[in-house]
């Protein structure tokens, strides 16, 4: 599966109704995902990572509050 080609992230969308405050998303890729004022997670910067960095963050997120949408906005993740 590791050969597969992966689509391009295109979106990275927080539900914010979801978002516990958890910050996985930004141990794993800082610089993309900071916490705001209500501790939520909000997106800083979508290319300060890669693609697979992002991704692996979105898969971190203990509640799936991260949804990626490739470049044609169809969801990658969470399916």
Do not use: W, Y
């Not at 992966?6 to 990275?12: A, E, M, T, V």
């Not at 900071?34 to 203990?62: F, G, M, S, W, Y």
Request: a negative charge; proline letters at 6%.
């Amino acid at each position: 599966m590791a050969d597969q080609i992966q689509p391009k992230i295109g979106k990275i969308v927080v539900d914010r109704e979801l978002c516990i405050g958890a910050a996985t998303c930004i141990a794993v890729a800082p610089g993309v995902f900071e916490l705001d004022a209500e501790n939520k997670a909000i997106v800083l910067d979508p290319h300060a990572q890669d693609d697979a960095t992002v991704r692996a963050a979105a898969e971190a997120c203990p509640v799936l509050a991260i949804s990626l949408l490739d470049e044609q906005g169809n969801k990658m993740f969470p399916k």
